[in-house]
Every structure is written in C-alpha cells, then in structure tokens.
C-alpha cells in the first residue's frame, strides 16, 4: 500500500521569497507522483507529475518538483512566490499498475506581502 | 473541450435522507475516480470506474455507492446520510487506464443537518 507525508502543514513566506514544500512517500512498488494546488471553493489543478525520466520535473505557474527515489521524497519548489500562489497544495502518489490515487494532508502556503 | 462537471454545486439534506452526486468526465475520458474531502480527513479515496466497471474502492461503507453509465458520466450515491458526511465530494476524470493525469471537477459541497 501507498501513502502520502506532506511533512509541513502550514507555510508562511514573503513575497518574491523561495518555497519548498515538502512530500515523502511510502511505496513498495513503482509510483507516480503529483502535486496539485487546490483554491478555495475549487477543485484541484495538476501543477506537475513525474511519470518516468528526468528526475526534475517543471510543472505550471514556475513551480517544480524533484524526485528522490533514495530519499523517498518528492518536493517542491519555487523560486519566488506571489501573493496568488496562496492556496492549498496537495502531494498524491499512485502505483504504476494501480488505479488509485492517495493524496498526502496538504500544505497550505500563506503568501504574505 | 468542457471540463468535468459535477451538479448540484451545492446540497443540504436532512440525517437519514439519501443523496445521489453526478460528474460528467470531460469527453473522451473513461475513468472517473471519486474523493471525499474533509477539514479533518483530508482528501479520501471512494471508487474509481473505467468503462463502466469498478475497479478500486475505498474504506468507506457500504451506504457509499457509485455506478458508471455508458457514455463515461458518474453517480455516487449515499444513503442513511449521517451528519459526518458533510464535505466536499470531488471527481476526477482520467483519459488513460492508469490514471496518469487526472482532471477534477469543482466539486460537490454536501451539508447534511
């Protein structure tokens, strides 16, 4: 069985400051892994994936995300962040001959001016 | 290309009432998984449907149930709702069978009083 550790529940950061948001994974098989972004009163957006290859991936919005197969983390980045970044962001695994996604508590990053 | 839609929007029934949710996948997509989203539970799995079959289930009871019709548009259905069922019930739609992008609607807001 998967599971999702998003290690930050909440984030603060100023404006134009980089962010890490962090995710650990627990899997015995070969995984998928994403990172959503959720708005208030919204459903999730896909901000980036990693299937297979590069072990950095770019996503939308200048985010991305690195794999660490070792380490069992994937987290993301973004250099600077804005005021409309602020949301929630959620981590989710699935294994690669499943058809379930598990998606980790979420972290809520608080942009500040 | 629409998105997934997911009606009614917004819904308040009584305990004890049933309630039955639906999504439309955007076209061509033929899985479609369903989420419960809650402040304190976070974001969890209910079922996923491809092609009309179920293929993977959550740990929710047998008062959750969902179907999957022919032209790919998803119902869930609750019943005996409880007050504890009150949350966000979100969809996602697939075009792939291995669920490599999922594409999720606005949700469902379910408030039972």
């Known amino acids: ?38 708005y208030p009163n919204q459903g999730l957006q896909l901000l980036l994936k990693y299937l297979s290859g590069s072990t950095l991936v770019k996503g939308i919005n200048g985010f991305e995300a690195e794999f660490n197969k070792s380490q069992t983390s994937f987290h993301l980045r973004k250099p600077s962040v ?21 998606f980790g508590a979420g972290t809520r990053l608080f942009v500040k001016a | ?47 996923e449907y491809f092609s009309e079959t179920q293929r993977n289930k959550g740990n929710f009871p047998g008062r959750f149930s969902g179907r999957q019709f022919s032209n790919s548009r998803s119902e869930m259905n609750v019943s005996t709702l409880e007050l504890g069922d009150s949350a966000l019930y979100l969809c996602a739609s697939s075009a792939d069978r291995r669920n490599t992008e999922a594409f999720f609607g606005q949700g469902t807001r379910l408030t039972v009083v």
């Open chain 1, 1 to 38: 069985a998967q599971s999702v550790t998003q290690l930050d529940s909440q984030v603060p950061v100023f404006e134009e400051a980089p962010v890490e948001l962090r995710c650990n994974y627990s899997s015995s098989v070969s995984v998928y892994l994403f990172w959503y972004v959720q």
């Open chain 1, 82 to 102: 804005h005021i409309s970044d602020t949301a929630e962001y959620f981590c989710a695994v699935s294994h690669t001959g499943g058809f379930k996604t598990i």
């Open chain 2, 1 to 47: 290309k629409a998105g997934v839609t997911q009606t009614p929007r917004y819904l308040i029934k009584t305990r004890g009432q049933q309630v039955t949710l639906s999504c439309s996948p955007i076209s061509g997509h033929r899985s479609v998984s369903w989420y419960q989203q809650t402040p304190g539970q976070g974001l969890q799995f209910l079922f």
